[in-house]
């Protein structure tokens, strides 16, 4: 197996862009414009970009978290 498909099989399920405007009821573009702020993980695959459900779930969480403190 090489390195590659390790790494892809080690990140879980991967979302689109589209998937994951859905979950953050947020626009596509939304979804880029975090990207080019690096506010959200991604894995550029083949030309296309994909979304770790894991760190998605993390960053939601923490989210939550910090909401609930202030």
Do not use: W
Request: proline share 1%.
């Amino acid at each position: 197996m090489d390195i590659e498909l390790t790494t892809l099989k080690n990140l879980g399920k991967l979302l689109t862009a589209d998937e994951v405007a859905d979950i953050l009821r947020i626009s596509r573009e939304g979804v880029y414009q975090r990207v080019k702020r690096r506010q959200i993980a991604y894995v550029k695959f083949h030309g296309r970009l994909y979304f770790p459900e894991k760190s998605l779930l993390a960053e939601m969480k923490v989210f939550e978290i910090e909401t609930a403190a202030a």
